[in-house]
């Protein structure tokens, strides 16, 4: 599963990179990724150490299946949050027209 997730994320950013708007100002473009990515990784990282802290707060004797639930629910965050932020770059803030 986390060979599929790695794929999975993987494809996702490169979708995001690759659908770049073409007409947009370069230094503008580079802003709203940095700012995008930044939130995604914030979001993953705040969806993920607090699940995997809670379980190691519950149950310290199954530490890789915390670990694993938190690389699954940070990376699955990371992808709703980089698929929303690019829908987001490219409808709303650099509309085609």
Known sequence: MLVLL?????????????????????RRLLFCN???????????????????ADALARHPDQRFMSVYLAIMAGGSALMILLIAGGLLRNLLLFRRR
């Open 34 to 52: 940095a700012l995008i990515v930044g939130l995604a990784l914030a979001g993953a990282i705040g969806c993920g150490l607090p699940l995997h």
């Open 6 to 26: 790695a794929f999975l994320v993987a494809a996702v950013v490169w979708g995001f990179f690759h659908a770049n708007p073409h007409a947009a100002p370069r």
